[in-house]
């Protein structure tokens, strides 16, 4: 494999993991339901590691917040290459999931 080709695979893979510690922090949450502090850390760190592996995925992403009602509702943003149109896809978590839940799917 050439060098640009391996470099690529694996900042592929970072990503990869970045995300998939993401997902993980974000399950610790729900073990720290009686201690805020703790719960609050462990969804930083989700955040932290989405946000890290998003330019590193295939298709990258952007993180998105989007003010509404004196608030921010977090986003990704992930635009395959070429040309478009493309198709768009809109998944809305429910009230006990996260968007780190939708990395393959998304």
Same mark, same amino acid.
């Given at each position: 494999?050439?060098?640009?080709?391996?470099?690529?695979?694996?900042?592929?893979?970072?990503?990869?993991?970045?995300?998939?510690?993401?997902?993980?922090?974000? #399950?610790?949450?729900?073990?720290?339901? +009686?201690?805020?502090?703790?719960?609050? $850390? =462990?969804? *930083? @760190?989700?955040? &932290?590691?989405?946000?890290?592996?998003?330019?590193? #995925?295939?298709?990258?992403?952007?993180? +998105?917040?989007?003010?509404?009602?004196? $608030? =921010?509702? *977090? @986003?990704?943003? &992930?635009?395959?290459?070429?040309?478009?149109?493309?198709?768009?896809?809109?998944?809305?978590?429910?009230?006990?999931?996260?968007?780190?839940?939708?990395?393959?799917?998304?």
């Amino acid at each position: 494999m050439q060098d640009w080709r391996m470099a690529d695979a694996r900042v592929r893979a970072a990503g990869g993991h970045l995300a998939q510690a993401s997902l993980c922090f974000h #399950l610790a949450r729900f073990v720290f339901v +009686l201690d805020s502090g703790q719960r609050r $850390a =462990a969804h *930083a @760190a989700a955040v &932290r590691c989405l946000t890290a592996a998003l330019p590193d #995925l295939d298709p990258p992403g952007d993180r +998105l917040e989007i003010p509404f009602e004196g $608030a =921010a509702l *977090a @986003a990704v943003l &992930r635009r395959p290459e070429g040309q478009g149109p493309h198709p768009v896809v809109l998944l809305v978590a429910g009230g006990d999931s996260a968007k780190e839940e939708f990395r393959v799917l998304s």
